[in-house]
């Protein structure tokens, strides 16, 4: 059980989490084990999945579904009368594994890397932007990705010049990041226009990851997942 409720720490969760479950079926298993275990180890706190949120105040319409402003909120944890946003990132390479219950996981590649860690950026922006437009409920905020890809975490351009089009939002360990700075693509930005715009970071950055399970499937094959956790401050 968490030991810990004084203070909200999503360490103490993932910890408890990864004695639950070591690999999940897609972002969407992954948000719902992390809310379970928010409220298991602080059953005084309100737990919001896909809480649609708005930057502006003043908005032409209360409807989520027509307002451009509106983003969604991973998981929205309510503690103490603050907000505690989080958003993840859920990335896979190609695996098969079958746990104890008889529950498949295939999961798929999803070698979009550029994009992935175009998105996890995205992630600390968005998040940042409600501490600023909601700086009196706002407490602190998390943008987590949890992957058995090693590409983002492993630096392979530590002693040569990165030439890739997506350096600047490169996720890998140790990464640091002082802002206010704009993360831009090298070269022209992709056509999709989801992906088409630099990224306006604040604050300062330092990227830890950390090993979150090793599983091994019925033919022997291993692989690991890696989290990392990034606090955005009001």
């Given at each position: 059980?968490?030991?810990?409720?004084l203070?909200?720490?999503?360490?103490?969760?993932?910890?408890?989490?990864?004695?639950?479950?070591e690999?999940?079926?897609?972002?969407?298993?992954?948000?719902?084990?992390?809310?379970?275990?928010?409220?298991?180890?602080?059953?005084?706190?309100?737990v919001?999945?896909e809480y649609?949120?708005?930057?502006?105040?003043?908005?032409?319409?209360?409807?989520c579904?027509?307002?451009?402003l509106?983003m969604?909120?991973?998981?929205?944890?309510?503690?103490?009368?603050?907000?505690?946003?989080?958003?993840?990132?859920?990335?896979?390479k190609?695996f098969?594994?079958t746990?104890n219950?008889?529950?498949?996981?295939?999961?798929?590649?999803?070698?979009?890397?550029?994009?992935?860690?175009?998105d996890?950026?995205?992630d600390?922006?968005?998040?940042?932007?409600?501490?600023?437009?909601?700086?009196?409920?706002?407490?602190?905020?998390?943008?987590?990705?949890?992957?058995?890809?090693?590409?983002?975490?492993?630096?392979?351009?530590?002693?040569?010049?990165?030439?890739t089009?997506?350096?600047d939002?490169?996720?890998?360990?140790?990464r640091?990041?002082?802002g206010?700075?704009?993360?831009?693509?090298?070269?022209?930005?992709?056509?999709?226009?989801?992906?088409?715009?630099g990224?306006?970071i604040?604050?300062?950055?330092s990227?830890k990851?950390?090993?979150?399970?090793?599983?091994?499937?019925?033919?022997?094959k291993?692989t690991?997942?890696?989290?990392?956790?990034?606090?955005?401050k009001r």
């Amino acid at each position: 059980m968490c030991n810990d409720r004084l203070f909200f720490d999503i360490d103490i969760v993932i910890t408890e989490l990864m004695k639950k479950r070591e690999i999940f079926t897609s972002e969407a298993d992954f948000q719902l084990a992390l809310a379970q275990t928010i409220m298991l180890c602080y059953p005084e706190a309100r737990v919001r999945l896909e809480y649609c949120y708005f930057p502006e105040e003043n908005s032409n319409t209360n409807s989520c579904s027509e307002n451009p402003l509106k983003m969604y909120i991973d998981i929205l944890v309510l503690w103490g009368g603050k907000w505690i946003p989080i958003e993840l990132k859920y990335k896979t390479k190609a695996f098969k594994y079958t746990d104890n219950d008889g529950c498949v996981y295939a999961l798929k590649d999803q070698s979009a890397y550029d994009f992935g860690c175009y998105d996890y950026w995205r992630d600390v922006s968005r998040i940042k932007t409600i501490a600023k437009s909601n700086p009196n409920q706002y407490k602190k905020g998390y943008a987590i990705f949890l992957t058995n890809a090693s590409t983002y975490y492993k630096n392979n351009y530590k002693n040569k010049e990165d030439n890739t089009k997506y350096r600047d939002f490169r996720i890998h360990q140790d990464r640091k990041i002082k802002g206010p700075t704009t993360l831009k693509w090298n070269g022209d930005p992709p056509k999709d226009e989801k992906y088409s715009e630099g990224i306006d970071i604040l604050g300062i950055y330092s990227l830890k990851w950390e090993k979150y399970s090793t599983v091994t499937n019925d033919k022997g094959k291993q692989t690991i997942f890696k989290y990392l956790i990034t606090e955005i401050k009001r």
